[in-house]
Structures are given as C-alpha cells and as structure tokens.
C-alpha cells in the first residue's frame, strides 16, 4: 500500500503500542480509539483517512463516528498492525520500548530487566507543551515505568515542543495531547503538576503529589521569533531533565552519578 501526500494514516492504537511499533508512512495520526471522538479536529477532511489498530477491531467503530461526524473520505485497514508487520510493510521500532512477559504483573522492559511500578503522571492545562516534554524525558529516563501525560483542556502538542525533544534524541511526533479523564488513576502512583500562572488540574485519588511550578514556554506574542521560541522552549526542556534526574535519584531510580 502506497501512502500518498492525498492519504493519512490514522493510528488508533494505544501510546504504549505505538512506542514498540509504528507504521513507518509519510502522514500518520496516532489517536487510541479511546480518545478519537474528542480529538476530530486534528484530523484534515481534505485527505483520505486509512484507519488502523493492531488487528481491525476498532477501525468499523471509529469509520462509523467519522462518517457521522461528516468526514467522507474513510479506508479501513484490513488486519491493521498484524497484517501490516506480516506483510513485511516498513516499520518505526523501538527495541528499548518493546515489552515481554506472560501476563502484566511480571512485564519488564527489556534495557532495564527492572519490573513495571505504578503510572508517573504529568499534568498541565492543555497538555501541549511542559507535560509532553516531561513525559518524552521521562520515558527515556526511566524506560522499565509506565509514563503519562495529559491535561485539564488538552489541546495540541507545540510543535517546538516536538523539535526540542527531538535535539535530545525523543521522537514525540506520535504524542498527542489527552484529557485527564482519559486516565485510569488507580494506576497512577505519583502525579506531578506543572502549571505556574495557570490553575493546575485537581484529581482524585491516593496517588504521591508534587508540584514543579514552569511558566508555559508558548506565547502569542507576534515579537517572539522562531530562535526566541526554541531557546524558551528548550530552557523549560533542560529545567525539566533537571528536575527530572533529581526525582530520580532521590527515588533510586537512577544513581548519584546519573
């Protein structure tokens, strides 16, 4: 299947799933099933639509509330990943993302053999640029814990975001903003905030709070360049990383020296 600049791929699977495998095409959203209905807007209805998930369970669903929400141009792909992988079709691979194991209780991720603890989640408002920053820092920084990310009004990943992350070697171009009710917090084991003007998202729950107050590195205002937006960009980045490998280290998750 040839992918044209008049197609896009949607990815409906989930983010830990896109992280092991992604369809390696020139234009692709990834959207779990779960979060499409809030999330249409992200989506041109110029272009075909060819949605996909790991074996076709979801694509009729998701073609169905498409069709309804006026978008006509829809494919589905028959047999999603599975059919795709199968096929020989290329491929993203992430081999320090990828997970093993007979059943959830005992999976690890393969660099750090370290088992799976409790959810770290990172909140801000519209979940588009300080969050999603911390939670590509912070999955590379501790690959064997589940990491998250999402927002009270979740909006749009910045894309300075996405090339920041980018200079330090994270791929976040499959990253896209979620709201917080999407979360199940009885997984989440430490919520950390990052809002500093705004009013930071109030959740319920016994999850361990912290608070790293970051001015939003995003402005509207028509006298900041691009050079001006990237350095705000990557200060909150390398503020982040720092308080990131502080937390680490403080939590023995990573050494003294790291």
């Known amino acids: ?3 044209t600049n008049c197609a896009a791929l949607v990815d409906l699977r989930s983010d830990d799933l896109v992280e092991m ?4 095409v020139p234009t692709v959203f990834h959207i779990p099933h779960r979060s499409l209905a809030t999330c249409l807007s992200e989506l041109p209805k110029d272009k075909l639509l060819i949605l996909a998930d790991t074996s ?4 009729n669903i998701a073609a169905k509330l498409l069709f309804e929400k006026g978008f006509t141009q829809i494919a589905c792909l028959d047999g999603g990943m599975l059919a795709w992988d199968d096929a020989k079709m290329p491929l993203d691979m992430d081999p320090d993302s990828m997970m093993y194991g007979e059943c959830s209780c005992v999976m690890k991720a393969r660099k750090s053999k370290t088992p799976m603890e409790q959810a770290i989640l990172f909140l801000c408002v519209g979940n588009s640029a300080r ?4 939670e590509g820092l912070a ?4 690959p064997g814990i589940r990491i998250l990310s ?3 009004r979740p909006s749009k990943v910045n ?3 996405i090339e920041v992350l980018g200079e330090v070697g994270i791929n976040a171009r499959f990253y896209f903003s979620k709201p917080v009710q999407d979360i199940d917090l009885n997984a989440v084991g430490v919520v950390i905030t990052l809002c500093a003007e705004e009013v930071c998202p109030i959740i319920p729950g016994n999850a361990d709070r912290l608070h790293w107050p970051l001015p939003d590195p995003a402005s509207d205002a028509p006298s900041l360049g691009r050079e001006e937006m990237l350095s705000r960009f990557r200060a909150t980045r390398d503020e982040i990383q720092r308080q990131l490998e502080a937390f680490g280290r403080e939590r023995g998750m990573l050494t003294r020296d790291a």
Do not use: D, E, I, N
């Not at 495998?21 to 390696?24: I, M, N, R, T, W």
């Not at 999955?139 to 501790?142: E, Q, W």
């Open 159 to 161: 894309p300075y975001a």
């Open 150 to 152: 999402a927002g009270s």
């Open 131 to 134: 969050s999603q920053m911390a």
């Open 139 to 142: 999955r590379k920084l501790f």
């Open 21 to 24: 495998k992604a369809f390696a």
């Open 56 to 59: 076709g369970v979801y694509t």
């Open 1 to 3: 299947m040839s992918l």
